[in-house]
């Protein structure tokens, strides 16, 4: 049923809360391809004044083209060594980082690539947090018609 499998991850511990699960879903469901992908959002340097004086237009760019290849690389490096860290070798594994807003462009990488299905954590924010930050999982889960299996992370409580 699931050939291709998208699991998402920001880079911090409890979207990797996931891992066991893709795991497991692999073993148990003999998956043949699993993609990890990092959403970077691109940076944006403000034009004005820096300590060294003024920041042009050529300047601010060029800094957040050279921010931007950073984290990428940073990004790859990181996914890399979470692929290197499963025991599972039964699937073909990818590194994947692409740049954009986290949820449009899992949606749309979701969507171009023919994701059978995406697994991804919920930081279990809840209130005036979430009403702030807005939810990636949630708009994810609402932005796709690909099936969505959402992991909440060890110590959430849910909210009634």
Partial sequence: MYKKILV???GSALAECVLDHVSSIVKGCSIPEVI?????????????????????????????????????????????????SF??????FHAEVQSGKPAETIIEYAENNLIDLIIIATHGRSGVSRWVWGSTADKILRGTLTPVLMVR???CHPVM
């Fill in 8 to 10: 998402p991850l920001d």
């Fill in 36 to 84: 990890l992908l990092r959403v970077i959002e691109p940076e944006h340097i403000p034009i004005g004044y820096s300590v060294e004086g003024a920041l042009t237009i050529e300047d601010a760019r060029k800094a957040e083209k050279e921010t931007d290849a950073q984290n990428k690389q940073a990004a790859g490096e990181y996914l890399n060594k979470i692929i290197h």
């Fill in 87 to 92: 025991t599972t070798k039964n699937a073909d």
């Fill in 153 to 155: 992370p060890p110590g």
